[in-house]
């Protein structure tokens, strides 16, 4: 079985043998991913009440502090890319919390 190491000194043979001209390509194919969506503040409010989640217990989910929810909300900073795509799979399928989610008991 080969291993990263050995595919990066053969490529780097060959870089050497015939130029950096001559490397082999990977390509892979990947399914068009659709873009982030951003939310207001009043949507991100509405997602939370929605979960039935207090401020305290939604940055806790996400990992962020009470402020940072209070300014999200409050329109004061804005969620960046990550946090943006878990309010899309919530928003789009609130049961993504019992399938996926770990939460202790």
Same mark, same amino acid.
């Given at each position: 079985m080969r291993n990263v190491h050995d595919e990066t000194l053969e490529e780097l043979r060959e870089i050497s043998e015939r130029g950096i001209g001559?490397?082999?390509?990977?390509?892979?194919? =990947?399914?068009?991913?659709?873009?982030?969506?951003? =939310?207001s503040p009043q949507e991100i409010k509405e997602l939370r009440e929605k979960l039935q989640f207090t401020q305290t217990y939604f940055g806790e989910f996400l990992g962020v502090s009470l402020k940072t929810i209070q300014a999200w909300e409050s329109g004061t900073n804005k969620p960046n890319g990550a946090a943006l795509r878990i309010f899309q799979v919530l928003e789009k399928d609130p049961s993504a919390l019992d399938k996926y989610i770990f939460i202790e008991a």
């Open positions: 001559h490397l082999r390509r990977r390509t892979r194919e =990947y399914t068009p991913v659709a873009p982030v969506i951003k =939310y």
